[in-house]
Structures are given as structure tokens and as C-alpha cells.
């Protein structure tokens, strides 16, 4: 991918993810002029947006839900002493694969148990994905989680049985058992457990929103309320859960909504 190594670098370097305005992607849009130091604050579909400063003015990066209709969409400024304004930017059509798959009953027909504990730990795992904390960001790129093979499955729509469930809100990327995950950014541990579909699991709040998760781990290795930095160990690669192989499911999270992790990675060489 990267002939010329200024280019590589360039890339590396990029602390803000691409205007990537679809379903799924990231609208990067300069809402003001930095001449305050007081952050303009941001809302989309009623939820807070990460807000940075890029250079002379401040940057909104805005996480588009998979089921952003495609169009015109809107978000509201606030910029202090002054009336809140309105955005607009043009969410574009993108053609996310399907697959079809036919599986047994029993993994697809939960019991009553097991539905009301998927019910209760996705409480547990909302409130996480969704939590506020205030701090300042100048850089929102992450290191890979774990060495191994992309997929590029995020937005899958998957059919089992022909039945239709929720896309896929994640990258899977392969790793052999065992593997070691790292922290791909500076953050705070938020929340950590063994749940019923994503196994053993960590989700790291980056700041203003921006939350990354790690599902089916066989070890945790950090705990709840634990301060991380760049690269510190957090567990590793496992089959917990609802999976068919030892895997990393790692997904990415801003206000809220999760977004193509492809996105908010470096590039792969
Ligand atoms: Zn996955």
C-alpha cells in the first residue's frame, strides 16, 4: 500500500479519522473558529459529540450510526454567548457485504435465561459504550490492538437461517490464541466481565465519547477504573463467548455509535 515512505508517514501521523460521511463512518466537519478557548459543544441525534482543536479552529468528529438514512443530516453548535447554530452534511450511500449463513437452532433460539442475561449485561455494556468524560484530545489514532489479519467485516449484514440480525459493529481480526491485546490509545478501563455473546470482555473510555471495545478475550488482564496509556497490556486473544474461533472482535465507539474501526487505525503496511 505504501510505495512512498513520506506518504507512509504522513498517514501514521494523521490525528484525525478521514471525512468518511456514511452509515458507519465518521463526518470530521470545522464548526469554528479557535478563537475562544472554551470548545463549542456539538450534538448529534441528541448525543454529545468529541469536539478537538486543528490548529485555528475546532474540528467535530461525529460517529454516523449504521442506520443513518442516507441524505441530509444535522447537527447543532453551541458556541458560548452565542445562539446555536445548525450544521448540515450529506450522509453517501455505501454497500456493506452480506452473508448468509445457516446455523443450528439452539444457537440462534435463545432461552428465556439466556436472553435476560443478554438483557441486563447490555445495559452494563450501553451505559459504558455511551459514558461522557471531559477531556481534552488532540489525537484520535490508534495503534493496531493486536497483530494479525484484518477483516474488513464491519457493517456485515448478516442473515442467519435467512432471519436478519444487527450488522456487525466491529473488526474481527485473527490472532492465535493467547495473543496479547494491547491498548491502542491512552484511556480508562470502564468496564470489564465474562458476558453471554461477546465472552470476556474490556471497554476502554478514550475521552469525549470515544470508547473502544474488546470482545471474546480468554484473559482479562486490566480491571475496572484501571488508567491506561498507549501499548499497556490488556488481555488476550481468546474464543469466549458466542464464536466459532479464536478471534479479536474490536470495536469503536463515538457518541455512542459505532463506527468502522478501519477508520481510527494507522494504516497497515
Ligand atoms: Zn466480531
Known sequence: MCSVSLFCLTSAANALPEHAPRPGGTAVIAVATAN??????VMFDDKRVL????????VAVIGIPLTQSIGPAKAIVRIVDQESSTITFEVKPYAYREQHLTVARAYVDLTEEQLHRAGRERKIIDGALTNWRDVDLSDLSLLEPVAGRRSSSFGLRRFFNEQPRSPHKGMDVAANLGTPVIAPGDGTVTATGNYFFNGNTVIIDHG???VTMYCHLDEIGVEEGQRLTTGMPIGKVGATGRVTGPHLHFGTYLNGTAVDPALLLAPAD
Open 208 to 210: 469525549q465519547g470515544f
Open 36 to 41: 475562544s478557548d472554551a470548545a463549542p459543544i
Open 51 to 58: 469536539v478537538l482543536r486543528r490548529e485555528d479552529e475546532w
